[in-house]
């Protein structure tokens, strides 16, 4: 399945399918609130929800309330090497805070806080089952599914201590979508295609198989310091090819279209723009 967060003219944001195959969403909004409550809870899914033409309705973030948004820093070999930051020999966490989130389409907005704005594509784990001490043999278990998280960056502001996620945290920097797809979906999560492009040039181009820190082990770590939670994402990692490692370096700009596509997870588009000049989207 698909789960999305929607709305229709009323605008009001709702739980839903999203059913590929006949164009449509499910509207799960009799049952749930939201989506994390569809992922908190076991029950089947109501036979008689209503149904939308996709093309009527509007998609947000996935889930737009996680309790956390841990990332994993430095998890692909060439992107710590391009960093020129030693290959870590536990995994580097910090965190996103949710008022950054954002959903599909919506623009990324840059402050005048950063004069270095950055993108990285990424897959996310949405957790399903939460716990404490999960061995890396029994994660897979307690995963939801994936879904695509750009892990906008203020890269001055990022170095400018050794402490990362206020960095990571600034309103929009977190655009996540457009589904977040079930495990079951998904053969294998390390072996996706990851894509980056910036107006249809390409800037990161690997594999999920390049991660340093599989989703097992990742879960396997934090869960040994901290519970995991229904609806906890952990964002993976990002491959080489970011804009403050490239010559000439390549900030995000006014009027640019970033677009992240994962194989089996969909694509993820986001315009981006100056905080002063918001564009109508
Ligand atoms: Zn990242």
Redo the contacts with the bound molecule.
Sequence with gaps: MKLVTFSTRERIEKPGYLLEASGEVLDLSGCYKSTLQVIQSSDATPTDAARFPLHEVRLHAPIRNPPRIF???L?YCDHAIESRLEIPKFPVV?FKMTPSIIGPDEAILLPRETAEPDY?A?MAVVMGKGGYRISAEAAMEHVYGYTI?N?V?ARDVQFSTSQWSLS?SLPTFCPMGPAIVTKDEIADPHALRIRLEINQECMQDSKTSELIFRVPELIEYISSLTPLLPGDVI?T??PSGVGFARVPQRWLRDGDQVSITIEGLGTLNNPVTTEENPRSL
């Design positions: 990332c994993i820093g998890n910090f990285e990424e998280l892990d960056s990571k964002s990692g990002t």
